[in-house]
């Protein structure tokens, strides 16, 4: 019985744990191929391609990491359907360094970030919902 149920507890942690998030739905995930760590965020901004005023989201994502973005994290956007009827989203990529040094408000203003990405629902579903980073 011991074996057993060191069995069932081994199988139970090696299980990838995502489908625990009945509650959201993915939108996309971010891939950071880089040799810095990086901060995210994403909202439908446009057609302003500075980073947004305040932000909901702001991830960190490490050297060689992934993460999830999800539907309910993004600001205006609690599904699908602004995607889905030809809204962009907007992803900004900064540096974590730079996050940790100055304000918002410094990095909206002098536009410090790594790499924008611009994407509708098309897009991402031609993308196979993957942001790669670099």
């Not at 057993?4 to 299980?15: E, G, K, Q, R």
């Not at 057609?47 to 050297?63: A, G, M």
Request: net charge neutral; charged share 25%.
């Amino acid at each position: 019985m011991f074996i057993l149920i060191c069995f069932v507890t081994l199988i139970f942690w090696s299980c990838d744990f995502e489908w625990l998030a009945t509650n959201k739905e993915t939108i996309f995930r971010v891939y950071n191929n880089s040799a810095q760590t990086i901060v995210v965020t994403a909202e439908h901004i446009l057609p302003d391609t500075l980073l947004p005023k305040k932000t909901n989201l702001l991830e960190t994502i490490k050297i060689n990491q992934n993460r999830i973005i999800y539907s309910s994290e993004v600001e205006g956007n609690g599904d699908f359907r602004r995607m889905k009827n030809g809204d962009r989203l907007t992803l900004f990529v900064l540096s974590k360094d730079s996050v940790d040094k100055h304000s918002w408000e410094y990095l909206r203003e002098n536009n410090v970030i790594l790499k924008r990405y611009e994407f509708n629902w098309k897009e991402l579903q031609m993308m196979g919902g993957n942001v790669n980073f670099p």
